[in-house]
């Protein structure tokens, strides 16, 4: 029934919301909470979801840990981060008894805007490089858990190629090149340019039985052709290949470097037309549960972690990127400040730089607010 469907489909994505961004944000804000500590600013709170409170969890040391109904992430409330600053003027000309006044002192020594700008620039650093750190992690996992071994098909046969030489054929699957396991498409391109213009080694399976066959990859294929002459492609083969601790901080950290790289450029990418303008819409929180949901389904159906562990990678990193961006109200523009603070050596007072972030995270919101209508209305298609 399409409401059953319609329900279903709004309680997977939920639970792709709780899995894969609730987790995210509450690490960025810890990365700002680790930072603060270090810095010596002290955090009055740390929140799991966004008030009105549920309960307070417990108390280290001048910090509450709360648990709140809105669960949309979390957040950290730092000393003075207001207009601490401003007020402190004020409430020292009241009359306030010794201790009071030296408990005040104190507080406003471990305050966010009695930091220089370099100790600022660090705590605003602190969550995003936890979501990079993150991101580390799970790209490592990714490959320790294990990544899908592809069986590469071949798919088509140029006339008088090596392949055609050799008696490849349309639909032999090519199981291994001198003597090294084929497990994806890019396999099979490596070992062919390793093996310009020498005789080299296939294992196939064809209709179930094995064939070993030689041919020459050409050095000077024709235009539109390969070394070998054919056209390949991979399918998933139901296994998976789980590489050891160093190989898989190795390729994680390449893995990372890539999505990245990826993420940093991808305004270049559309705006020089390598990627479709209609592919380059900004995902909101709807779509990327979606996607999240999807990843939960079918890491539950594969039974192997890889699809929920790459997005986790991929929304920490976009997580991480996107905060800095240099715009008020988010960790990026709150650098600008303090690096502009740094330069001209007067800050603005902390009442207008908390105003300014207002104001952006009001036009945020609204644009957070439209992309989301964007979601309902024009769904991403998730394959």
């Known amino acids: ?32 909470f680790i930072m603060a500590r270090l810095i010596g600013v002290w955090a009055r709170e740390f929140g799991i979801g966004y008030p009105p ?14 648990l709140n109904w809105l669960p949309l992430g979390g957040f950290v409330r730092l000393e003075g981060e207001q207009t601490f ?29 009695a930091q220089p700008p370099g100790k600022r620039i660090l705590l605003y650093l602190g969550g995003p490089l936890m979501n990079l750190l993150t991101a580390w992690v799970l790209a490592t996992l990714l490959f320790i858990t294990g990544l899908p071994i592809a069986r590469v098909i071949i798919n088509e046969v140029a006339p008088e190629s090596p392949a055609a030489e050799a008696n490849l054929q349309v639909g032999d699957t ?33 209709d179930g039985q094995t064939v070993t066959v030689s041919l020459i990859p050409r050095t000077d294929p024709p235009a539109g052709q390969g070394a070998i002459g054919i056209l390949i492609s991979g ?43 209609e592919q380059a819409r900004p995902v909101g929180v709807i779509g990327i549960s979606q996607i999240a949901q999807r990843s ?15 997005i986790l990678v991929l929304v920490s990193v976009s997580l991480g990127i996107f905060n800095l961006l240099p715009i008020p109200a988010l960790d990026g523009g709150r650098i600008l400040f ?17 105003r300014i972030h207002m104001v952006t995270l009001m036009l945020l919101v609204a644009l957070f607010i439209f992309i989301t209508v964007m979601d309902i209305v024009a769904p991403i298609q998730v394959p």
């Open 296 to 310: 939960v389904e079918d890491s539950i159906s594969t039974g192997a972690a890889y699809p929920l562990l790459n």
């Open 53 to 66: 409170r549920i309960i307070k969890l417990f108390k280290w040391r001048e910090t509450d840990f709360t």
């Open 85 to 113: 600053a401003e007020d402190k003027d004020k409430e020292e000309s009241e009359e306030m008894s010794p201790e009071a006044l030296a408990e005040k002192q104190e507080a406003y020594r471990h305050s966010l805007y």
């Open 235 to 277: 399918i998933d083969s139901g296994r998976l290949k789980h590489y050891p601790l160093g190989e898989a901080f190795v390729y994680g950290s390449r893995y990372l470097g890539e999505i990245v790289g990826a993420t940093v450029f991808f305004p270049v990418y559309v705006i020089r037309g390598l990627i479709p303008i």
């Open 174 to 206: 090519i199981v291994a090149i001198n003597g090294e396991r084929v497990e994806s498409t890019d396999d099979v391109t490596l070992y062919a340019q390793e093996s310009l213009g020498e005789p080299t080694e296939f294992l196939l399976e064809r």
């Open 1 to 32: 029934m399409p409401v059953l469907s319609w329900i279903s489909d709004g309680l997977g994505m939920i639970v792709g919301f709780l899995v894969c961004l609730i987790p995210l944000i509450v690490v960025h804000e810890l990365g700002h």
């Open 338 to 354: 303090a690096i502009v603070e740094k330069i001209r050596r007067r800050p603005l007072t902390p009442a207008l730089e908390e």
